[in-house]
């Protein structure tokens, strides 16, 4: 049972997987191709976010979160994978954070060792 409880815990409102019944669409035409379009550039905005993350030029983190952004509304994947790397920003800026607060405080910068 308490197992139960921690698995209802950690799941979070994410969005039902829908199966595409191709033979009977329910959707509205508009929708559907609304759908295809969100899919298709966040496809799109994650393949090039990928290729930013080497290349020099294009800004990778910040199109793989449009990327990411795009998909959630119809993948429950990729809304998880949304959370987790926005809670890992939140905790790196706020490591980065403390750390500089850490030096206003003390007046010393952990980064400067006067070791030479």
Same mark, same amino acid.
């Not at 926005?86 to 920003?89: E, L, P, T």
């Not at 500089?100 to 010393?108: A, C, E, I, L, S």
């Given at each position: 049972?308490?197992?139960k409880k921690l698995n209802e815990g950690l799941r979070k409102n994410y969005p039902k997987y829908r199966r595409m019944?191709?033979?009977g669409m329910q959707d509205s035409r508009k929708s559907r191709s609304k759908m295809i379009l969100r899919?298709?550039?966040g496809? $799109?905005? $994650?393949?090039?976010? /990928?290729?930013?993350? =080497? &290349?020099?030029i294009?800004?990778?983190?910040?199109? &793989?979160? /449009?990327? $990411?952004? $795009?998909l959630a509304v119809d993948s429950p994947w990729a809304a998880r994978l949304r959370d987790r790397l926005?809670?890992? /920003?939140e905790r790196q800026l706020s490591r980065?954070?403390?750390s500089?607060?850490? =030096?206003?405080?003390?007046?010393?910068d952990p980064s400067r060792d006067s070791a030479y």
């Open positions: 049972m308490p197992q019944n191709l033979i899919q298709v550039s496809y $799109l905005c $994650l393949a090039i976010g /990928v290729a930013g993350c =080497v &290349l020099p294009i800004p990778g983190i910040p199109l &793989l979160f /449009v990327g $990411l952004g $795009l926005k809670n890992y /920003v980065r954070r403390r500089k607060d850490k =030096v206003t405080q003390t007046g010393k």
